[in-house]
């Protein structure tokens, strides 16, 4: 019997029925048991979060458990007010800076390193196995060799100086690994195309490449901020004697017995959710008008 007469009696009226016919039997014993190991990892994942956020809003009367008594934004007050919790707006500033540079450059250089690449020249792949080779190396230890190179070549141990150059060993990685992955699927027919119309090296890059790219060089600074404004490890040894925020709630873990560490907890998370939001908002804006130009051409 040849293909077509198979595929023409399983979709026959008679048949379709039988072989599309949905699997009316109970589920298998293994399905609840998967569902509850998959219940029980959200609640382990997010529980600890939402208590955190609940107790946030704790009378000042509460404590840092439950039960809670009343519902107030006091701690929230008390922690911009700067009585007891210690310097969380200069740990915001610094850290919200900080992020800011690094994300530059974690930008820049992870787009020259995808052009680099893209184009491929010797030792490549030793340089690509060098940069990749600090994700493996632990976190505080890497800022500890960091901050005492700085101190070698005489350079103060500061939040813009060698925090800056610990920072970098973890975001460029990523940030560099994003890239390759976006240069993977970019087509030389555009740049080429750009070329025989008299196009420049630079008219390229800025009118065909970036806007093709954009997406992508959004995503990697959304990696470069969010892996730089939650940094710990690499900045405690680094940062000098100013804090930044991590390690300004940190320190606060020390002396400070008050649900104004959850408020500080409270805040970040909704920081970070709204830079997500931004950098999430800004590719689907970008995708969108691409759509449109493709459709109006």
Same mark, same amino acid.
């Given at each position: 019997?040849?293909?077509?007469?198979?595929? &023409?009696? &399983?979709?026959?009226?008679?048949?379709?029925?039988?072989?599309?016919?949905?699997?009316?039997?109970?589920?298998?014993?293994?399905?609840?048991?998967?569902?509850?190991?998959?219940?029980?990892?959200?609640?382990?994942?997010?529980?600890?979060?939402?208590?955190?956020?609940?107790?946030?809003?704790?009378?000042?009367?509460?404590? /840092?458990?439950?039960?809670?008594?009343? /519902?107030?934004?006091?701690?929230?007050?008390?922690?911009?007010?700067?009585?007891?919790?210690?310097?969380?707006?200069?740990?915001?500033?610094?850290?919200?800076?900080?992020?800011? /540079?690094?994300?530059?450059?974690?930008?820049?250089?992870?787009?020259?390193?995808?052009?680099?690449?893209?184009?491929?020249?010797?030792?490549?792949?030793?340089?690509?196995?060098?940069?990749?080779?600090? +994700?493996?190396?632990?976190?505080?230890?890497?800022?500890?060799?960091?901050?005492?190179?700085?101190?070698?070549?005489?350079?103060? =141990?500061?939040?813009?100086?060698?925090?800056?150059?610990?920072? #970098?060993?973890?975001?460029?990685?990523?940030?560099? #690994?994003?890239?390759?992955?976006?240069?993977?699927?970019?087509?030389?027919?555009?740049?080429?195309?750009?070329?025989?119309?008299?196009?420049?090296? &630079?008219?390229?890059?800025?009118?065909?490449?970036?806007?093709? /790219? &954009?997406?992508?060089?959004?995503?990697?600074?959304?990696?470069?901020?969010?892996?730089?404004?939650?940094?710990? =490890?690499?900045?405690?040894?680094?940062?000098?004697? +100013?804090?930044?925020?991590?390690?300004?709630?940190?320190?606060?873990? +020390?002396?400070?017995?008050?649900?104004?560490?959850?408020?500080?907890?409270?805040?970040?998370?909704?920081?970070?959710?709204?830079?997500?939001?931004?950098?999430?908002?800004?590719?689907?804006?970008?995708?969108?008008?691409?759509?449109?130009?493709?459709?109006?051409?």
């Amino acid at each position: 019997m040849t293909t077509a007469a198979t595929v &023409a009696r &399983a979709t026959a009226p008679g048949r379709r029925s039988h072989a599309i016919a949905p699997h009316t039997r109970g589920r298998p014993w293994t399905f609840y048991v998967l569902l509850g190991l998959f219940v029980f990892y959200v609640m382990a994942l997010y529980g600890p979060m939402l208590c955190i956020y609940i107790l946030s809003f704790q009378d000042v009367r509460g404590g /840092l458990v439950f039960p809670m008594k009343g /519902l107030s934004l006091h701690w929230f007050v008390d922690l911009f007010t700067q009585v007891r919790t210690g310097d969380v707006k200069g740990g915001f500033d610094r850290s919200i800076s900080l992020a800011i /540079l690094v994300t530059v450059i974690t930008v820049v250089v992870s787009f020259l390193a995808g052009l680099a690449f893209k184009r491929r020249f010797w030792g490549d792949t030793f340089v690509f196995y060098l940069m990749i080779g600090s +994700l493996v190396a632990p976190g505080l230890v890497l800022g500890i060799g960091t901050g005492l190179l700085f101190t070698f070549l005489g350079v103060e =141990a500061h939040w813009y100086t060698s925090a800056v150059g610990a920072q #970098l060993s973890w975001t460029l990685p990523f940030g560099v #690994l994003v890239m390759f992955a976006v240069m993977s699927r970019f087509d030389n027919a555009w740049e080429e195309a750009a070329y025989d119309l008299g196009a420049t090296r &630079a008219q390229t890059i800025r009118l065909v490449v970036i806007p093709i /790219l &954009a997406p992508g060089i959004v995503a990697v600074a959304l990696f470069g901020f969010t892996l730089s404004y939650d940094e710990f =490890a690499r900045t405690l040894q680094t940062a000098g004697s +100013l804090n930044t925020l991590p390690l300004e709630i940190w320190s606060m873990t +020390l002396n400070v017995t008050s649900p104004s560490l959850y408020a500080l907890g409270t805040v970040t998370t909704i920081i970070s959710f709204l830079i997500i939001g931004i950098c999430l908002g800004t590719i689907v804006l970008i995708q969108r008008r691409r759509a449109e130009r493709i459709a109006v051409h």
